[in-house]
T-cell receptor, first 115, second 117 residues
Framework: AQSVTQLGSHVSVSEGALVLLRCNYSSSVPPYLFWYVQYPNQGLQLLLKYTSAATLVKGINGFEAEFKKSETSFHLTKPSAHMSDAAEYFCAVSDRAGGYQKVTFGIGTKLQVIP | EAGVAQSPRYKIIEKRQSVAFWCNPISGHATLYWYQQILGQGPKLLIQFQNNGVVDDSQLPKDRFSAERLKGVDSTLKIQPAKLEDSAVYLC???????????????FGEGSRLTVL
């Protein structure tokens, strides 16, 4: 069975500081991994995805994530936080176990950016 | 390309009443998902369709929730009767399904926020 663990339901950083949001996964087969961002009163939108190509993945708004199979991790980073990055971030794992593509989300990490 | 459309955006009902949510996925997307997102939690899959067939409804409370996807296009999620704990945002998402090309990348609608009083 697949699962996602996001450490830290709330993270606060100062504007201009490094953003690090942690995600660990478990999957019985090679997974695809995603980060989604959700702004208030909106649906989720894709930030970036790992689909078995390069292990370092770059996404929108300056975010990137690195797939580390040995650590079963897919942490999200951004070198310098901007006020507009304040949102909730969800890590998701997708694998094809059982004949169809199943997608499971973590509980989310709410990012606060302090001016 | 039009995105995933959902309606209504907001709904307030009394407990024991019924409610229905509608979703129209991106054209050509064979897989449609309904997720429930309770405040402070991640999205939880309620039901997943591939074309008009159900592939996963293991977490759907079938005594009160039902969903259909007629003709493999748009979908309706119904709750009857509603309980207080059903207050949540109901997210619809779709993804393309081509042999060997479905990574599980989801395209979400803006969600339907349900408040049960």
């Amino acid at each position: 069975a697949q699962s996602v663990t996001q450490l830290g339901s709330h993270v606060s950083v100062s504007e201009g500081a490094l953003v690090l949001l942690r995600c660990n996964y478990s999957s019985s087969v090679p997974p695809y991994l995603f980060w989604y961002v959700q702004y208030p009163n909106q649906g989720l939108q894709l930030l970036l995805k790992y689909t078995s190509a390069a292990t370092l993945v770059k996404g929108i708004n300056g975010f990137e994530a690195e797939f580390k199979k040995s650590e079963t991790s897919f942490h999200l980073t951004k070198p310098s936080a901007h006020m507009s990055d304040a949102a909730e971030y969800f890590c998701a794992v997708s694998d094809r176990a059982g004949g169809y593509q199943k997608v499971t989300f973590g509980i989310g990490t709410k990012l606060q950016v302090i001016p | 390309e039009a995105g995933v459309a959902q309606s209504p955006r907001y709904k307030i009902i009394e407990k024991r009443q019924s409610v229905a949510f509608w979703c129209n996925p991106i054209s050509g997307h064979a897989t449609l998902y309904w997720y429930q997102q309770i405040l402070g939690q991640g999205p939880k899959l309620l039901i997943q369709f591939q074309n008009n067939g159900v592939v996963d409804d293991s977490q759907l409370p079938k005594d009160r929730f039902s969903a259909e996807r007629l003709k493999g296009v748009d979908s309706t999620l119904k709750i009857q009767p509603a309980k207080l704990e059903d207050s949540a945002v109901y997210l619809c998402a779709s993804s393309p399904t081509l042999a060997g090309a479905n990574t599980g990348e989801l395209f979400f609608g803006e969600g339907s926020r349900l408040t049960v009083l």
